[in-house]
């Protein structure tokens, strides 16, 4: 089994910035991508961002290209998310998942964190 922690959200002004962290453990060897999603009221979940275990390439939705960078800690099994100029449109619950390198699914997914960006 894997677990996965995500955490580092909070309330903010447009303009500020925010990092969220993401940490798994387990059978950490299933791990291929780590993935961010998430979901605003009302809305579906959409994918945020990724990045690859192996040679840390990334992969950015075209909303957050050029604001949100993501990094990782080896040693740490921990990936970063820096959110810069974030915008009320942001706002959601962010989540954290590992995609397996068995199953190609997201199939290990953190609790959530809220992220609210007030105008």
């Known amino acids: 089994q894997v677990q996965v922690v995500d955490s580092g959200g909070g309330e903010v002004q447009t303009g500020d910035s925010l990092r969220l962290s993401c940490t798994f453990s387990g059978r950490t060897f299933t791990v291929w991508n780590m993935g961010w999603f998430r979901q605003a009221p009302g809305k579906e979940r959409e994918f945020v961002a990724r990045?690859?275990?192996?040679?840390?390439?990334?992969y950015y939705a075209d909303s957050v290209k050029g604001r949100f960078t993501l990094s990782r800690d080896n040693a740490k099994y921990t990936v970063y998310l820096q959110m810069n100029s974030l915008k009320p449109e942001d706002t959601a619950v962010y989540y954290c998942?590992?995609?397996?390198?068995?199953?190609?699914?997201?199939?290990?997914w953190g609790q959530g964190t809220q992220v609210t960006v007030s105008s």
């Open positions: 990045i690859r275990w192996s040679d840390s390439s990334t």
């Open positions: 998942a590992l995609q397996s390198r068995y199953t190609g699914s997201y199939d290990y």
